[in-house]
């Protein structure tokens, strides 16, 4: 009797492992940690966001554990946030909020940069999230 192979062993009908998941290609939680990190920070220093930061409230603390949480499910890792939140998502969540196409286009400049500092190594993962990122920032718009 055989033991079933752990998921990084499985191997597809041509002997090719399965690809990583996108949570995986990252890097896992640290990297998507930078990303959220970076992020923030971004919003805080750079006039460019004023806007943006200007709808949050002082502590991004929580801003920053939620965002993260969310981009680890959402990549393929652990679905904590997901667990938390039943039947939420980024839109449910943002729907209160009137944000217009500046916000959104404030946001999506601002994950875009902080992708593009913390995954220099991976251009396919890293414009694949950016693009995505941008699509969901501005399809919140109002």
């Known amino acids: ?31 998507i940690e930078a990303i959220v990190h970076r992020f923030y920070d971004l919003m805080e220093a750079d006039p460019a966001y004023a806007g943006l930061r200007a709808m ?31 039947g939420r998502c980024m839109m449910s969540m943002h729907k209160p909020f009137v944000i217009t196409e500046d916000l959104a286009g404030q946001w999506a400049d601002a994950i875009t940069r902080a992708i593009a500092d913390s995954v220099p190594d991976d251009p396919q993962i890293r414009d694949a999230m950016t693009g995505v990122l941008t699509q969901l920032a501005r399809g919140m718009a109002r």
């Open 1 to 31: 009797m055989s033991t079933p192979p752990d998921s990084q062993t499985v191997e597809r009908p041509n002997s090719q492992p399965a690809p990583a998941t996108p949570f995986e290609r990252l890097g896992g939680r640290p990297v």
């Open 56 to 86: 949050h409230q002082p502590d991004l603390a929580p801003m920053r554990q939620s965002l993260a949480g969310f981009l680890t499910g959402w990549s393929g890792g652990p679905r904590d946030w997901f667990d938390a939140n039943p």
